[in-house]
């Protein structure tokens, strides 16, 4: 226990702030200017997401719930309620949660929808010529799903830092 704990913690703490990190500049700084880039736009938000981004994304939340749930088990003294239900214990518990529903959110929407964008993209630039009415169609649909889920996503990290930092 007296090693694992804050060898936990810095794995816990150094990849929630990539992750979280990540999140927030891409929501709040990156993504807005690639949209006001024009022309530019998509061949820059394809360079990054060709780089060490999506890898560095399949791993980061992992190790950050994973530890999370570890350290969550120790903090609350074995799931304790009485600490669980203290004012600390309640912040971590819905900053907990709120990073777990981020996690749920990456793996189950981010995650396929990106993938299938990029296949999707693969198909527009592979047929050459202007792509079919009915493929913008389905590139407009995912885009949208992309653009809430990553939102959403953005929101629950943010109550989950808030959460952490009450209750840390
Ligand atoms: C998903 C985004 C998450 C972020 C950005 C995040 C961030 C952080 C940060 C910065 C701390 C240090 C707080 C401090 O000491 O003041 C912390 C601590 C902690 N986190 Fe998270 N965390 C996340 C998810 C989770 C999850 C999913 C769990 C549990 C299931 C969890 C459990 C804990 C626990 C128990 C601590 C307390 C460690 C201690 O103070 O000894 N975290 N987290």
């Known amino acids: 226990m007296s090693i694992v704990y804050p060898l936990l913690s810095v794995i816990h703490v150094f990849s929630a702030v990539v992750w979280a990190g990540w999140a927030l500049s891409f929501f709040y700084f990156v993504n807005p200017a690639i949209q006001q880039a024009g022309q530019a736009g998509p061949a820059v938000m394809q360079r990054l997401m060709g780089g060490p981004v999506l890898k560095v994304l399949a791993i980061v939340p992992l190790l950050v719930v994973l530890s999370g749930l570890i350290l969550y088990w120790f903090y609350t003294g074995q799931l304790n309620t009485a600490i669980i239900l203290s004012w600390s ?20 929407i981010t995650g396929p929808t990106a993938h299938k964008m990029q296949t999707l993209g693969a198909e527009m630039a592979q047929a050459g010529g202007p792509p079919s009415k009915d493929k913008l169609a389905q590139m407009g649909q995912l885009q949208a799903r992309m653009e809430s889920a990553v939102a959403r996503g953005t929101y629950f990290l943010i109550v989950a830092v808030i959460g952490m930092a009450l209750g840390g």
């Not at 990073?99 to 189950?108: M, P, Q, R, V």
């Open 89 to 108: 214990g309640l912040a971590m518990t819905i900053g907990a949660l709120a990073g777990i529903a981020a996690f749920a959110e990456g793996l189950l």
